[in-house]
């Protein structure tokens, strides 16, 4: 009977973790609503577009760190995701930002490098001081959006320990002659009252017209 208890014991172990795993993995791709006040906080910056009533489009699926067929419809750059471009590597972006931001701890990026794995769909309300219409790889065009005057990619973001620290990868692509497409990396603090604020901003990527 002992021995029936323990084979069923360690059973049940293996079935847990079968089914634990995916609960885990389908976690890692919900998006907080912490991030989505970081993602505000980002657009926040983005008032000085150089047109009235800009349209601009925000992708629903979030930018990984994939390559080819694995990287699940996002935009990719030598046939690799815009957040490390090829040659560069996760390792050389990483020594890039904390040349930059000495001061970033650890959890931070390992917490962004986590989620950057796979992507995640975001969803509204999505609060943006212009215009704005949230689609999909798939989506039919609509009418009014068929020219947007940007594309916004967005990462995942990626918070420290505390959650008083955050850093978020957006990539703007543009279609106004007086912006440059771009890709740039945000560091953001907590302030006393609450609000994430811009600390640092590094141009990772760019491309002028």
Sequence with gaps: MKSRLCAFAALFAVWLTAFSLPAQEQNQREISPEEYKVYE????????????DPHVTIFSLTLNGKCGEEAEQIPLANGCSFLWIKPDTKEDVRRILFAEWADMENSTWSDFEGKSAASARLHEPISTPWKHRLVGPTDAPVQDWKSPDLAIFLSRVGFDLRKTEAMVYVLTFSYLNQVATAGDYFHFRLDKAGQWKPVGRLTYFTKKK
């Design 41 to 52: 906080a980002v657009f926040a910056l983005m008032v000085d577009i150089p047109k009235k």
